[in-house]
Every structure is written in structure tokens, then in C-alpha cells.
């Protein structure tokens, strides 16, 4: 007799497993090689400037080539991803970069490095949209978002590790051992991923593939479901060509599609002028290098904590609920920032609140993208939000420059950088319908049999 199996019904009913730990604990690890890997030339940026007599200005194309490597893989290689899975471009991504970061130790001008950094950051791009879509296929609807966001994470952790790990080999070993440390790992890992890392089952039964691996998958979830020749698998999506750009656009998507690109970009712009500017501007201000330089630390942990805390707050609530008040406030501490009278406590609480809202909010723009499209645009969808996001990773540290340079007072720039939050916002609030959550789409509903 033919069984009818709901696969995304049979995750939701049931608890988080080994065999979905494991699944995102590799997604967690391709995210914290991803963090490592790219803060890697910020942290080896001062030994190169001594060894190679160059100044610190001529490294601005190398930091530059490896986020538009970033921004080309993350466009090109999530429509692959929905064309011919997760899997083999989350795979492929992980041992490319891993052997682009081995062979960046060769290089012997800044030519080189500039070429190596955007060849590398080719496969950077295509992590995070992969990893997204697959740990959210993974976790149950209750505890999507915060499974999702808590994977982001290692992005961060990636970005610590990567800073006591460079402090530690660069004295003894020099700058190139950096390098070497952040290839051999994902190496390592892309290895591991070969033989313990599934597709995607939703994928799979929308293209009618390895429907035998769907059936051990389940059943490595729920070990009492009954799968296998005679299964029909519903994924409650109608079946649709994957990896087109343009399906962005289609079905009523175009409204919302166009509006996460924009707080993509207006976020990334805000993230990463704070992330490069704000010890800068704080050591100017008076302070000393040492304050200047925990006070940029403290971002980071308020992101951290952001996205721990956000995570589980929208899955007992909305995405709109809890980020549209999230960027407001945003707006208010930036503006804080930039208050010369602030105490020490109030100025870093102000730069805390900023993080745990701006890097914390980024992480939970990703999972709104993943949660918004279909199976079939998922990859595609979270991947050319985050490419053209990474447009803006671009413009917010050359205009926080030019702020700079016109000599302006700090409480004019950092009323200027609140601005993209609270458009952040108006986004936010512009968006006429909830995410489509997998699981309760109304496109029809897709069955693949075997």
C-alpha cells in the first residue's frame, strides 16, 4: 500500500534530533570558517604592511576585491544552489575557498593578493545563502528562525577565533601561517561534509531526484516512519524551475523582493561603516587607543547577543514585530553614539544597543529571506538579497571616509548613519504580507513518488 508522507509536518513534529544537529553543526562550521576567512586580511594587514613596505591606503583594493568576490559568488552561486542543489555548491564553495586561502601564502605583490582575495571571495559568497537553506529545511517551523540565526553565529565566532588565532601564529610563524590555518580547516571540513552532509529532501522531491535518500532521511529523523519504494512524498509546494532571478519578481514576489534588498543593502551599509569607522572616530574624539579599540569590540558582542535573543523572539512573534522596533531603536543609539557629552558608560551601552540591533538584525534579514521563498528560490532569494546588501558593505565605509575628510562633527555623521536604520524600518513596515513559512504555503502542493 502506498504511504503519504508531509515531510515539512514530519520535522515539525518532532524534536530536534542527532541527525539535524549534525546538519547544522556542519552548517555551523562552514559559517565560522566563512567569519575566519574573511576577517583574516584585516588581522594580517599590519604584518604585510611591515614586510612589504607598502602603505596602509594601497591595501584598500585587496580589502576591497575580497567583497566583490563576496558579492559575484553570492549572486552566481545561489541560483546555481537551486538549480542543482544545496549540497554540492555548499561542498564545492567550502574546498574552493579552502585551496584559494593555501595558495594565498604564495602570493608576492599586492597584484597578487588583490587577484587571490576576490578569486576566494568567489566562494566565500556562496556560503552563508546555502547554509541558511539548508539549516532552516532542517528545524522545525517553532524553532526555525532561532536554529537559523544561532547557526549565523558562527560568522562572529569565526571572526573571534580568527583574531586569537592570528595573534597567537603571527609572532611565532608570521603572517603566511594564518593563511595556512585558514585553508586546511574548511579543507578539513568540506572533506567531512562529503559523506555526513544531506541535500535538501524538499529539493529533492521537487525535482524528482534520490527519492531512496529522502526515505533514510526521514527515517533518521523519525525512526518509526514507514519509507520507502511505495512513499509519496508532499512538501505542500507547487514544483517550479529553481534559479531564476527573475522568479524573484514573479507571483507577487516583486513588492517584497525589491524591499529586502533594500534594508539588506541599507543594513550592510550601517554594519559596516560602524564595524570600520567607530574606533577611528571614538580615538579622535579623545579617547585612547585602547578604549577606541574596545569599543569596536563591544559591537560585535552586542550582535551576538542580538541574534541569540532575536532568533527566539521572532518565532514566538513575527519578523515585523520584532525587527521594525528593533531598527528604531537602532536609529535612537546611533544617534547616541555621536553625543560628545556621553559618558564612557552611556557611549559604550549606546554602541552595545547598536550591535545587538544592527549586527544582531542581519542574521534575522537572512532568515526572513529564507523563510519568504519557496524551496525552489530559496538559495536564490537569500543569496542576491545578501549580493546586493553587499553593495552597500562597499559604500558604507568609503562615505563614512569621505564624512570623515569633510571634517564634519561627529554628532552630524552619526546622525547621518541612523539614517539607513530608520529606512530600515519604513522598509519593514512597507512589506504587505508575512513570509511564506514553509509548511503553510498556499502556491498547491508537490508529491513525488518512488
Partial sequence: MESQIDIPALIDRNKVGGFQLRVLLLCGLCILMDGFDVQAMGYVAPAIIQEWHVTKASLGPVFGAGLLGMLVGSLAFSVLADKIGRRPVLIGATLFFSVCMLVTPWASSLEQLQVLRFITGLGLGAIMPNVMA??????????R????MLVSCGFTVGAVVGGLVSAALIPA???????YVGGLAPLAIGLLMLPLLPE???????????????AQWLRAIDPTVVAGAGSRYLVQ??????????ALFRAGRAWTTTLLWLVNFLNLLNLYFLSNWLPTIIKDAGLSTSMAVLAGTVLPIGGTIGTLVMGQLIDRSSFRRVLIPSFLVAAVAIVLIGRPEASLLFLFASILVAGFCIVG?????????????????RSTGIGWSLGVGRIGSIVGPVLGGELIRMNWPNSTIFAIAAVPALLS???????????????AVADGMAAAGH
Fill in 361 to 377: 538584525g542581519q542574521p534575522a534579514v537572512n532568515a526572513l529571506a529564507g523563510s519568504y521563498y519557496p524551496t525552489t528560490l
Fill in 134 to 143: 539548508l539549516a532552516g529545511e532542517y528545524s522545525p517551523a517553532r524553532r
Fill in 173 to 179: 610563524f608570521g603572517w603566511r601561517a594564518v593563511f
Fill in 237 to 246: 509546494e507547487a514544483p517550479q524551475k529553481g534559479g531564476s532571478v527573475l
Fill in 425 to 439: 524600518a519604513v522598509m519593514l513596515w512597507l512589506m504587505e504580507r508575512p513570509p511564506v513559512v514553509e509548511g
Fill in 200 to 214: 535538501s529532501m524538499q529539493f529533492l522531491v521537487l525535482r524528482g531526484r534520490r527519492t531512496d535518500k529522502v
Fill in 145 to 148: 528562525v532561532t536554529l537559523m
